[in-house]
């Protein structure tokens, strides 16, 4: 079974950066559609970012422009580079992948259709 395991979370003022990994075992990542997620307490977890099988993106428009999301096949890797973060981007951040997805960033940044997740990483951008 696919396994993930996030890191990088931690806290930074307005403005600062953090990149954030998700390290998968248990089989190839080549073979999910992958992505980002985040929740704040009392809130629905939303997609944040996305990638397919052929590394097309999507991103929420919160964050278009400041994040960036990335793979490395090669190391079973994802990752998040987050820029400009402001105080609402403030939340517990989770990947997940999945075995199939649509090339449709609505599908994509959908919480609903990935089958694995990890066990999330906090983050907090103070002002």
């Known amino acids: 079974q696919l396994q993930l395991v996030e890191s990088g979370g931690g806290s930074v003022q307005s403005g600062g950066s953090l990149r954030l990994s998700c390290a998968a075992s248990g089989y190839d990542y080549n073979d999910y559609c992958v992505g980002w997620f985040r929740q704040e307490p009392g809130k629905e977890r939303e997609g944040v970012a996305a990638?397919?099988?052929?590394?097309?993106?999507s991103y929420s428009d919160s964050v278009k422009g400041r994040f960036t999301i990335s793979r490395d096949n090669a190391k079973n890797t994802l990752y998040l580079q987050m820029n400009s973060l402001k105080p609402e981007d403030t939340a517990m951040f989770f990947c997940?992948?999945?075995?199939?997805?649509?090339?449709?960033?609505?599908?994509?940044?959908?919480?609903?259709?990935?089958?694995?997740w990890g066990q999330g990483t906090q983050v907090t951008v103070s002002s």
């Open positions: 997940a992948a999945a075995p199939w997805c649509a090339h449709l960033s609505t599908y994509l940044l959908s919480n609903a259709n990935y089958n694995y």
């Open positions: 990638i397919d099988y052929d590394g097309r993106t």
